[in-house]
């Protein structure tokens, strides 16, 4: 069956926004792509299906399917603009009126009935590249079968919450016991701090397919 991955940046208080930071010294382009992206480079030729909500298609539309032919794109923005073009872009939303980017497609219905269907149908992975509130349907409907996360360094306070939380006073004890609603967990395959101080995690998701 065709693997679901929710690809996300986020921070340590769980807000799936970037911080800004105090700009960097010039580094050389040479080097600073030596360095790459250790959640999209080694899966591009894996994942053939992009998953992305309405904000996230807006801005991802805007900015991708220029990079590859910017001169002053660095050769990663290229590989993941031509990557992006590629790979079929399913847009959840039931207020989109068109989607112009060439190999998108428009599901007004259920995350949860479409996601299903694809896994059912021959192909690639597919990635949730966009939208915390989408990712949130994803885990809501235990459709994630890896977690990549980039995390920042900082605790901002505010903003789009990457999980969805449901206050729950019955643990008394300070902890979650096994089989509770609406818990997922995960195994670690890999954590790699990264050289601007972010960090790389990469979960599995564990436990039979009986129980999921």
């Known amino acids: 069956m065709r693997k679901v991955l929710v690809v996300m940046f986020m921070t340590l208080d769980g807000v799936a926004e970037f911080p800004r ?3 960097a010294p010039e580094i050389p382009a040479t080097e600073a792509e030596e360095e790459d992206d ?9 994942i053939d299906t992009l998953f992305l909500g309405r904000v996230a298609y807006g801005k991802w539309a805007e900015f991708w399917p220029g990079r590859k032919s910017d001169p002053k794109a ?3 923005d290229r590989a993941f603009s031509t990557f992006c073009d590629r790979a079929e872009k399913v847009v959840f939303s039931k207020t989109l009126p068109t989607a112009d980017w060439p190999n998108t497609r428009i599901v007004r219905s259920g995350v949860a009935e479409e996601v299903r269907r694809l896994q059912a ?3 690639g992975d597919m990635a949730v590249g966009g939208g915390p509130r989408l990712a949130q349907s994803f885990f809501e409907h235990d459709l994630v079968d ?3 996360l980039e995390v920042f360094r900082s605790l901002v306070g505010q903003g789009k919450p990457m999980f969805h939380v449901v206050p729950d006073p019955d643990h008394a004890e300070d902890f979650v016991p096994l089989g509770v609603p609406g818990r997922r967990d995960f195994a670690l395959v890999e954590a790699k701090p990264l050289t601007d101080g972010t960090v790389f995690l990469h979960y599995r998701r564990e436990g ?3 129980t999921r």
């Open 21 to 23: 930071y105090r700009a």
């Open 121 to 123: 149908l021959p192909g």
């Open 74 to 76: 660095s050769a990663w």
């Open 146 to 148: 890896e977690l990549l």
């Open 38 to 46: 250790p959640m999209w480079t080694p899966r591009l030729g894996a």
């Open 208 to 210: 039979p397919p009986a």
